[in-house]
């Protein structure tokens, strides 16, 4: 998938890991969004790496939906952990949830690993910007960016009004 051309979509990508935001763990999954992104054509503009805290998060993906970017992925915490408040951030700011895309995100893993039944992500709209939750690992990050890529330049464009539904 790429952005048609002449369109430029503004992303950030937000890692949340109490172990990265503290140094002990590279952020692989970031990185891998953040190329996966960019290949695609989207501008990553900006890229954080936050703990599992959801006053932290929430007022980070408001700060963020706020400054006109497009695009929100979050990589992590949305497991079963005690610590794992991805989901809860989300759903505190988005105005509208898109639950196809983490239909489709869990539909594709399950494919893979049993244990994408356990996935608690979430997908939806803060005012234009789309925010998508994706797993922590590397691996599972990819393969679920894989599965909404073709359909995100056509949901940006319609997100950002430029285009009607059925375009």
């Not at 400054?67 to 794992?84: E, M």
Request: glycine fraction near 10%.
């Amino acid at each position: 998938m790429s952005v048609e051309k002449g369109k430029k979509y503004r992303a950030a990508v937000v890692t949340v890991s109490d172990k990265g935001s503290a140094g002990e763990r590279e952020d692989i999954s970031g990185k891998a969004v953040r190329e996966m992104l960019e290949g695609a054509g989207i501008e990553v503009i900006r890229t954080e790496l936050v703990p599992d805290d959801f006053a932290a998060l929430t007022g980070l993906l408001d700060e963020l939906c706020g400054k006109g970017f497009n695009l929100i992925a979050t990589t992590g915490g949305t497991g079963l952990s005690p610590r794992d408040v991805t989901p809860e951030a989300t759903l505190a700011v988005i105005d509208r949830r898109v639950p196809g895309m983490a239909e489709a995100m869990r539909a594709e893993s399950l494919k893979v690993t049993p244990h994408a039944m356990i996935s608690r992500a979430v997908c939806g709209l803060s005012g234009q910007t789309l925010i998508i939750n994706l797993p922590g690992s590397p691996k599972g990050a990819r393969e679920c960016l894989e599965v909404v890529l073709p359909a995100l330049s056509h949901a940006l464009e319609v997100a950002s009004g430029s285009a009607s539904e059925c375009a």
